[in-house]
């Protein structure tokens, strides 16, 4: 399992709240914390930051919030993570600190799989991820390839 950032994880709780609202109707961050009991200064600032990308458009005044100003299926997961994140999602074992990369065997097996899961996180939509799961039909995992990224073969695992 992947494990996701807690501010990726209340970015996510916010905008699952909000899409399921009426179009105009406002959310708040001190709204978004009573009912998912998430700290106030982190959910603010997640907020902020897809207010800024556009994702979200702030109300300013006493009773402001929060509405959707961009359609989620026009969003994917990977741009959600590298906004709140604030770095790039990909991993590059040429770029990062690894001690190890002169004599390390798995660096292309590595860069293999963070290619195949750019391509899930590139390819998945916040609508689609959030959406209700009776809604969604059951995609058959290819056994082989994903575009021209090989997969492994279930048989040997």
Known sequence: M??????????LM????????EEQE???????????????DTTAKVMQLMNTAGILHSHKGVKGGYTLSKDLSS?????????I????????????PCDLIHTCNISR???RLNDYLMNIFNAI????????????????TPDKKMGNIPLVNKASL
């Open 14 to 21: 916010v905008l699952q709240l909000m899409k399921d609202k």
């Open 125 to 140: 939509s916040l609508n689609e991820l959030l959406a209700d799961d009776h809604l969604l039909a059951p995609k058959k």
């Open 85 to 96: 994140e604030g770095k790039s999602f990909m991993m590059d074992c040429h770029e990062g």
């Open 2 to 11: 992947i494990k996701i950032n807690k501010k990726v994880e209340y970015a």
């Open 75 to 83: 969003v994917s997961y990977r741009e959600l993570v590298e906004l």
């Open 26 to 40: 406002l959310t708040t961050a001190r709204e978004v914390c009573d009912r998912f009991d998430t700290p106030f």
């Open 109 to 111: 097996p590595i860069k």
